[in-house]
């Protein structure tokens, strides 16, 4: 299965490369914040809500975090990003933070 994922990846990569397309290097560093709701309880929150029990959502989750911009060519970016993930009102179980690599494909 990896291996059909990483084939896929590569033929979707070499036909976004677009001939006429200029690569672009470390074309910018982006913050981000958001709010998701999980079907259930969600995986980092725990206890009862910091709000004193005005507000006791244990659904909702907060992200923030920031991204580099490493290439950018045709329709395909890849980018280092760092994410720390939080519960929106209920205190959090230790924090759950990720860093990684996203591959991006713009295909619209």
Known sequence: MKIVTLLIFITFLLASMEAKSETKY????????????????????????????????????SNMGVYQNLLTSGNFNIQLRVTHHSCLFNFDKPSYNAAGVMFELRIF
């Open 26 to 61: 470390f074309d910018g560093t982006y913050i981000f914040f958001g709010a998701e709701v999980t079907n259930g309880t969600s995986n980092v929150c725990e206890g009862e809500s910091w709000t004193g029990g005005l507000i006791n959502n244990d659904k909702l989750t």
